[in-house]
């Protein structure tokens, strides 16, 4: 009984904290309104949130090491929560970054404990389970998203968003961290920091796990304002592409496990990139709302399972801490954001909102014939 509350209190856990990543991703037209900016600005608040994210990376394992996952996970979650309260009062584009910045430090040790615990869970049991952990973080996006964009209707503003998510979700964050009990396991002998020659495996796990953070940061990041500028809806119609995406992301991921154990790593692997590969072309090329809301379906079962295979495996590779593992994939992937939301600005604002997904289908293009040569090394 124990260890099912143990596993319950994680899920919430990444439930909790991906709702607020759906308050984002609805108001992000409403932060770009309020510091008056362009996309290119938007670009860059998310490379200073990348960039504060990856410093916190590099030093999360030896502080984990050093406390525990638990002790990481208190005090992030909270800090991550209490950073919105002055985000509806930042007047500016750089002042915003700097609060990005911060946000990123927090969020960077939170997503190495979280998905370390997770692993450790996952290892536990020995059977796959960080597929499942990770649908409650795309159920927590996408009611947060469902639950921002009626606030949005109804006219409801920002501060008062932001007031009542942190009323209602703090101390539930709280109480639910004080609810786990294992902590990392300790792997003697093994790399226990990121600087070190990485196998082959290694590699290929961070590219996968790269190219799919380009697909979800697109649409965390510009869904929005995708529905609003290129599809023209307004309100609650903003939203469908976050909802759209996140309800069959939580489908895609609920079903990953067992799509996993039962027609293997690299089928499945393949399955998801083709479908992701068809989604980007559809949401590049039409402004047709029902092609929009089927392409960001499509897009979110694509999305769904690479990353938490990446990270499952890369938490069982021998010869390696796995929180030293994790927090490589975790790098690569932010390290992706760094200078995508940038480039993908300008691209926006040079060519529309819609052009962002065709660099992102050319990298998938590229990556496929990689993953089919690396069949080999997915067991």
């Keep these: 009984m124990k260890f099912i509350n143990d596993i319950i209190a994680t899920r919430l856990l990444f439930f909790i904290m991906a709702f607020y990543v759906g308050l984002w991703t609805i108001r992000i037209p409403t932060i770009k309104d309020q510091i008056t900016t362009d996309y290119f600005g938007i670009g860059l608040i998310m490379a200073t949130f990348a960039i504060g994210s990856i410093i916190a990376m590099v030093f999360s394992n030896k502080i984990i090491k050093l406390t525990s996952c638990?002790?990481?996970?208190?005090?992030?979650?909270?800090?991550?929560?209490?950073?919105?309260?002055?985000?509806?009062?930042?007047?500016?584009?750089?002042?915003?970054?700097?609060?990005?910045f911060i946000f990123g430090l927090t969020y960077g040790s939170f997503e190495i404990s979280c998905n370390l615990y997770a692993s450790n869970l996952e290892k536990r049991e020995k059977k796959?389970?960080?597929?499942?952990?990770?649908?409650?973080?795309?159920?927590?996006v996408l009611l947060g998203s469902i639950v921002t964009s009626l606030f949005l209707e109804w006219n409801i503003s920002l501060l008062n968003n932001v007031i009542i998510y942190v009323i209602i979700l703090l101390p539930l964050n709280i109480f639910i961290v004080l609810r786990l009990d294992i902590d990392q396991v300790e792997n003697k002998n093994n790399k226990t920091n990121i600087f070190f020659i990485w196998p082959l495996i290694i590699f290929v796990l961070a590219l996968i796990a790269m190219v799919n953070a380009l697909t979800e940061g697109s649409v965390d990041s510009w869904g929005a304002l995708y529905m609003r500028d290129f599809i023209k809806v307004d309100g609650f119609l903003i939203g469908l592409a976050t909802v759209s995406f996140n309800i069959f992301m939580v489908i895609g991921r609920l079903s990953g496990d067992w799509f996993r154990d039962k027609i293997g790593v690299y089928n499945l692997l393949t399955i998801l990139f083709l479908l992701s590969i068809l989604s980007l072309y559809l949401l590049y090329s039409y402004d047709n709302i029902i092609v929009a809301i089927f392409g960001f379906a499509l897009l979110g079962i694509?999305?769904?399972?690479?990353?938490?295979?990446?990270?499952?495996?890369?938490?069982?590779?021998?010869?390696?801490?796995?929180?030293?593992?994790?927090?490589?994939?975790?790098?690569?992937?932010?390290?992706?954001?760094?200078?995508?939301?940038?480039?993908?600005?300008?691209?926006?604002?040079?060519?529309?909102?819609?052009?962002?997904?065709?660099?992102?289908?050319?990298?998938?293009?590229?990556?496929?014939?990689?993953?089919?040569?690396?069949?080999?090394?997915?067991?």
């Excluded at 796959?128 to 927590?140: D, E, I, Q, R, V």
């Excluded at 399972?305 to 021998?318: D, Q, R």
């Excluded at 926006?348 to 990556?367: H, M, T």
């Design 128 to 140: 796959s389970m960080m597929s499942g952990f990770h649908a409650f973080w795309s159920l927590g």
């Design 302 to 379: 694509g999305s769904s399972a690479i990353v938490p295979i990446a990270y499952s495996l890369a938490g069982k590779v021998e010869g390696i801490d796995s929180g030293a593992a994790i927090a490589i994939v975790s790098i690569a992937v932010y390290g992706t954001f760094m200078g995508a939301p940038a480039t993908l600005g300008v691209v926006a604002n040079n060519y529309g909102v819609n052009s962002i997904f065709f660099p992102i289908l050319i990298i998938f293009l590229f990556v496929l014939p990689i993953l089919f040569a690396s069949k080999k090394n997915f067991k």
């Design 70 to 100: 638990k002790t990481v996970l208190l005090y992030t979650s909270i800090l991550q929560t209490l950073l919105w309260l002055p985000a509806p009062f930042v007047p500016s584009a750089n002042i915003f970054m700097v609060l990005s």
